[in-house]
């Protein structure tokens, strides 16, 4: 929280993160943006918060960053619908708290939403697991986009391809595994196509 006040009080404007919008009692590890609001409030008094989330109307989400952007808000508490269409170009920091539970592809595009204008800027992953580093130092070596989206693709699997599940690995894949062979697929359907023709 120091190095968030630092950037306060330096003129720039922070992002915090959340992996959901309210507490949960299935997941009760899990920072929530709604029930933080009121803590950083407090704690950074003199400083505006806002809270945007998926589930606010679109005319709230677009008054909130407007208020961001005008420097009406200093920390915005945000979900992930931050990751792509925001520019705020003097927003400096952002802090993403259970990192680990957003993929590296979706990393790699929340911090994008800093380091936009002439500040330098920092983005800060908080974790709640050390098994999670190793994953996400990936993040710290590169900032190419289709790298990280294949990193992501081999250490979390590509989860279900008409399902809801995100990760994990396709047991109807008993012997091709689609983040290793998927050159071979791509293969496999490029002749498809030029037998069909």
Same mark, same amino acid.
């Given at each position: 929280?120091?190095?968030?006040?630092?950037?306060?009080?330096?003129?720039?404007?922070?992002?915090?993160?959340?992996?959901?919008? $309210?507490?949960? $009692?299935?997941?009760?590890?899990?920072?929530?943006?709604?029930?933080? +609001?009121? !803590?950083?409030?407090?704690?950074?008094?003199?400083?505006?918060?806002?809270?945007?989330?998926?589930?606010?109307?679109?005319?709230? =989400?677009?008054?909130?960053?407007?208020?961001?952007?005008?420097?009406?808000?200093?920390?915005?508490?945000?979900?992930?619908?931050? $990751?792509?269409?925001?520019?705020?170009?003097?927003?400096?920091?952002?802090?993403?708290?259970?990192?680990?539970? +957003?993929?590296?592809?979706?990393?790699?595009?929340?911090?994008?939403?800093?380091?936009?204008?002439?500040?330098?800027? =920092?983005?800060?992953? !908080?974790?709640?697991?050390?098994?999670?580093?190793?994953?996400?130092?990936?993040?710290?070596?590169?900032?190419?986009?289709?790298?990280?989206?294949?990193?992501?693709?081999?250490?979390?699997?590509?989860?279900?391809?008409?399902?809801?599940?995100?990760?994990?690995?396709?047991? $109807?894949?008993? !012997?091709?595994?689609?983040?290793?062979?998927?050159?071979?697929?791509?293969?496999?359907? !490029?002749?498809?196509?030029?037998?069909?023709?």
């Amino acid at each position: 929280m120091g190095m968030m006040l630092d950037e306060l009080e330096d003129g720039g404007k922070v992002y915090l993160v959340y992996p959901i919008i $309210e507490l949960s $009692e299935q997941l009760p590890q899990l920072r929530a943006a709604s029930a933080d +609001f009121g !803590v950083i409030s407090h704690r950074f008094q003199g400083y505006n918060c806002g809270l945007l989330h998926g589930k606010m109307r679109s005319e709230e =989400k677009e008054e909130t960053l407007r208020k961001f952007r005008s420097g009406e808000i200093h920390i915005l508490l945000a979900t992930q619908v931050i $990751e792509i269409g925001v520019d705020v170009p003097d927003a400096s920091m952002m802090v993403v708290l259970n990192s680990e539970r +957003f993929g590296i592809a979706q990393l790699h595009q929340l911090r994008g939403r800093v380091g936009r204008g002439t500040k330098q800027s =920092k983005c800060i992953l !908080v974790t709640s697991t050390v098994s999670s580093l190793n994953r996400l130092k990936v993040l710290e070596q590169s900032s190419d986009g289709f790298y990280l989206a294949n990193m992501d693709l081999l250490l979390r699997g590509p989860g279900d391809l008409l399902g809801k599940k995100q990760s994990g690995h396709l047991p $109807e894949f008993p !012997v091709a595994r689609l983040e290793v062979d998927g050159n071979i697929l791509e293969d496999a359907h !490029v002749a498809a196509l030029v037998i069909v023709e």
